[in-house]
């Protein structure tokens, strides 16, 4: 059974880091296309960062601030988050795709105070 599990989530005040981990199963993880989504209150889901075997990409509200890396070795990426701001408040899911397979994890709560 794939697992895609999130963590390190938490509150924090604006203009502090988190860093985010999502550790997924899989025996080629290093193949894998690995994100990271968020769904704030009252709105819909939305793409914050992606990492692939041809780069990264990134929301146009996060870039500069958050970066996403991964270690193969770990079957880990992660999501460093600096200067983060009251509008970054949502739950923060990791998202593991392989071809066809799509899997989420059940997310992190992250909480930026003003």
């Known amino acids: 059974q794939v697992q895609v599990v999130e963590s390190g989530g938490g509150l924090v005040q604006a203009g502090g880091s988190l860093r985010l981990s999502c550790a997924a199963s899989g025996r080629t993880f290093s193949r894998y296309d690995m994100g990271w989504y968020r769904q704030a209150p009252g709105k819909e889901r939305e793409f914050v960062a992606a990492?692939?075997?041809?780069?990264?990409s990134y929301a146009e509200s996060v870039k500069g601030r958050f970066t996403i890396s991964r270690d193969n070795a770990k079957n880990t990426v992660y999501l460093q988050m600096n200067s983060l701001k009251p509008e970054d408040t949502a739950i923060y899911y990791c998202?593991?795709?392989?071809?066809?397979?799509?899997?989420w994890g059940q997310g992190t709560q992250v909480t930026v105070s003003s």
């Open positions: 998202r593991r795709v392989a071809g066809s397979d799509d899997y």
């Open positions: 990492i692939s075997w041809s780069g990264f």
